[in-house]
């Protein structure tokens, strides 16, 4: 049985002055008890959360560590071929019992009394429990199956894998919404996926300023060097917004050189750099792929846990881990097809170095980032603008020069955390 903490009611105010999501307080950044409310109310209730791709764990008894939100769980292949995931907390005195991040158990001890369990949570055994020469152990009414471990809802969905410690959870598919299943599914659609390998950063922002930043078409134009000067990303291509009717789900979806030359979106712009090249033009050696069906980009955010990646040939999860309003882990899993040939795992691999925490792109969006949870952190009633395209919450676009998904996303987090 999941054991569920319910949060009490807010005894502080609203951080909004106002009503509508186009101004979000400081305090939304770095507040600790609006934090503690949003694991309970987005990563341990009724979200799915994004903990692995199946690929990760192919073998019997193969498990991958992993978070969700705060709370530390195991990702494990149990010998029937299923995958559980539980939570990593022995049922005695709650010690992390994983410490590894990958590995291959046919049971798991837990190092402080070797209480021992099944792939499957059921607690197998448990030393001295019938005592010593007679003397001490557990009484009579311990019941190995009272003090398993608490194991999560799970949904494998075409090799990429979501838990819930919420036994009552929606269904995925409505939880993704049939707004945005279509665009999820281009990416999962049951092809066997393939692990090409990880990048691993520690950012210091609020965790929802990289859900912003993947909700928000507007910036990679103009903060990003590589894009706008190589044309992956701009604000004059053919683009489209997408947003589930709840407005915590979006998909910014770009066709590359489908707009082109418009001067609108570079004059002026300081990353523009239009005499630069590619010394290894390699990098940019995009192939069409026969699934994109013409967009070149599709970014997903499912919320709270993960953003979705197709960037040209390169394909990515980005698992957002929060720890205390102020940081966050990003844990990046680099993906391909089982059918790819060489040269496309090899292409795939190329692209990849325009992500991660050293990434020709992805590097600007951790600094940029930090810079504004610090500004957050040291002005803790200011507030930040977010009037792009109307004052509206969460509707779908046809263009990209809006912040309605960012809007959309805050519509829900007042809704959903009564503020
Ligand atoms: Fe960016």
């Known amino acids: 049985m999941n054991q569920r903490?319910?949060?009490?009611?807010?005894?502080?105010?609203?951080?909004?002055?106002?009503d509508g999501t186009h101004r979000i307080?400081?305090?939304?950044?770095?507040?600790?008890?609006?934090?503690?409310?949003?694991?309970?109310?987005?990563?341990?209730?009724?979200?799915?959360?994004?903990?692995?791709?199946?690929?990760?764990?192919?073998?019997?008894?193969?498990?991958?560590?992993?978070m969700i939100g705060e709370r530390p769980v195991i990702v494990v292949r149990d010998r029937?071929?299923?995958?559980?995931?539980?939570?990593?907390r022995c049922a005695h005195k709650g010690a992390k019992f994983c410490q590894k991040e990958f590995g291959n158990a046919k049971v798991f001890v837990c190092p402080y009394h070797q209480w021992g369990y099944r792939l499957n949570g059921d607690l197998a055994g448990v030393p001295m429990k019938n005592g010593?020469?007679?003397?001490?152990?557990?009484?009579?009414?311990?019941?190995?199956?009272?003090?398993?471990?608490?194991?999560?809802?799970?949904?494998?969905?075409?090799?990429?894998?979501?838990?819930?410690?919420?036994?009552?959870?929606?269904p995925f598919e409505s939880f993704v919404s049939a707004e945005l299943m279509p665009f999820f599914n281009r990416t999962f659609d049951g092809r066997a996926l393939t692990l090409l390998g990880y990048n691993r950063q520690r950012i210091r922002g609020n965790w929802k300023l990289m859900?912003?930043?993947?909700?928000?078409?507007?910036?990679?134009?103009?903060?990003?060097?590589?894009?706008?000067?190589?044309?992956?990303?701009?604000?004059?291509?053919?683009?489209?917004?997408?947003?589930?009717?709840?407005?915590?789900?979006?998909?910014m979806i770009s066709t590359r050189n489908s707009g082109g030359e418009n001067k609108e979106v570079t004059a002026g712009v300081t990353s523009f750099k239009e005499s630069m090249i590619l010394e290894d033009p390699r990098l940019m050696?995009?192939?069409?792929?026969?699934?994109?069906?013409?967009?070149?980009?599709?970014?997903?955010?499912?919320?709270?846990?993960?953003?979705?990646?197709?960037?040209?040939?390169?394909?990515?999860?980005?698992?957002?881990?929060?720890?205390?309003?102020?940081?966050?882990?990003?844990?990046?899993?680099?993906?391909?097809?089982?059918?790819?040939?060489?040269?496309?795992?090899?292409?795939?691999l190329k692209q990849a170095n325009l992500f991660g925490p050293a990434g020709l792109v992805s590097l600007d969006d951790g600094e940029v980032i930090e810079y504004c949870q610090q500004a957050a952190t040291a002005y803790p009633d200011g507030e930040c603008?977010?009037?792009?395209?109307?004052?509206?919450?969460?509707?779908?676009?046809?263009?990209?020069v809006t912040e309605t998904l960012i809007r959309g996303m805050y519509r829900y987090y007042r809704e959903t955390l009564g503020l």
Not at 80 to 88: A, I, R
Not at 146 to 166: M, T
């Open 80 to 88: 029937d071929g299923s995958v559980n995931v539980l939570e990593n």
């Open 285 to 348: 050696d995009v192939v069409q792929e026969p699934w994109w069906g013409g967009p070149t980009a599709v970014m997903q955010t499912i919320f709270p846990s993960v953003i979705v990646q197709q960037q040209v040939n390169s394909l990515s999860t980005r698992q957002i881990i929060p720890r205390g309003p102020n940081e966050f882990d990003f844990v990046w899993t680099h993906f391909g097809f089982a059918d790819d040939t060489p040269e496309m795992t090899e292409r795939r």
């Open 211 to 251: 859900q912003e930043n993947i909700k928000d078409p507007y910036h990679p134009g103009l903060l990003h060097v590589f894009f706008v000067t190589f044309g992956l990303w701009r604000a004059d291509q053919k683009s489209e917004l997408r947003i589930d009717p709840r407005g915590r789900h979006a998909q």
């Open 5 to 18: 903490i319910e949060w009490s009611p807010v005894k502080s105010p609203s951080p909004f002055k106002q």
């Open 132 to 170: 010593v020469a007679g003397q001490g152990g557990m009484g009579a009414d311990f019941k190995m199956e009272d003090h398993g471990l608490n194991r999560l809802k799970v949904r494998v969905h075409n090799g990429i894998v979501f838990a819930s410690f919420d036994d009552d959870i929606e």
């Open 25 to 66: 307080p400081n305090r939304v950044y770095s507040d600790v008890e609006l934090h503690a409310r949003e694991l309970e109310a987005f990563f341990y209730k009724a979200h799915w959360c994004y903990v692995a791709l199946e690929c990760e764990i192919p073998n019997q008894g193969d498990y991958k560590a992993t």
């Open 385 to 400: 603008v977010v009037e792009l395209g109307g004052k509206d919450g969460g509707v779908a676009s046809p263009h990209m």
